[in-house]
C-alpha cells in the first residue's frame, strides 16, 4: 500500500519559517519526481517546487527563493524548508510523487501564516 505522509505544517508568524517533511511508503521514490503542492479554498491545487528523478529542481516564482525543496532517496522522504513566510502562503501543502503520468498524493499538512 502506497502511502505519502507529511508532517511539519502549524502556524507561524509573516518572516517565520516551517519545515515540512514527506515520507513515502510503499514505493521506491529514487524513480519518482516528487513536488510540493498547495491548495487554498476555491482554487486549484498549484505545483510549488518539484525533483526529478534525475535531480533537477524546479521552482515556482512565488516561492524561488524562499523555499527550498530536498529529497532522501535512502529514506524515502520529501522535505521542504520555507523561509520568509507571507500570509498568501497560507494553505494546505501536499507532497507528490510521479512517475509516466501517475501521480500519488498525501493527505496534506496545513500551514497558516498570520500574526
Known amino acids: 500500500q502506497v502511502q505519502l505522509v507529511e508532517s511539519g505544517g502549524g502556524l507561524v508568524q509573516p518572516g517565520g519559517s516551517l519545515s515540512l517533511s514527506c515520507v513515502i511508503s510503499?514505493?521506491?521514490?529514487?524513480?519518482?519526481?516528487v513536488g510540493w503542492y498547495r491548495q487554498t479554498p476555491g482554487n486549484r491545487r498549484e505545483l510549488l517546487t518539484s525533483?526529478?528523478?534525475?535531480?533537477?529542481?524546479y521552482y515556482d516564482d512565488s516561492v524561488k527563493g524562499r523555499f527550498t525543496s530536498s529529497r532522501d532517496n535512502a529514506k524515502n522522504t520529501v522535505d521542504l524548508q520555507m523561509h520568509d513566510l507571507k500570509p498568501e502562503d497560507t494553505a494546505i501543502y501536499y507532497c507528490?510523487?510521479?512517475?509516466?503520468?501517475?501521480?500519488?498524493w498525501g493527505q496534506g499538512t496545513s500551514v497558516t501564516v498570520s500574526s
Open positions: 525533483i526529478t528523478a534525475g535531480g533537477h529542481t
Open positions: 507528490s510523487a510521479r512517475k509516466y503520468g501517475s501521480e500519488l
Open positions: 510503499g514505493i521506491e521514490i529514487s524513480a519518482y519526481a
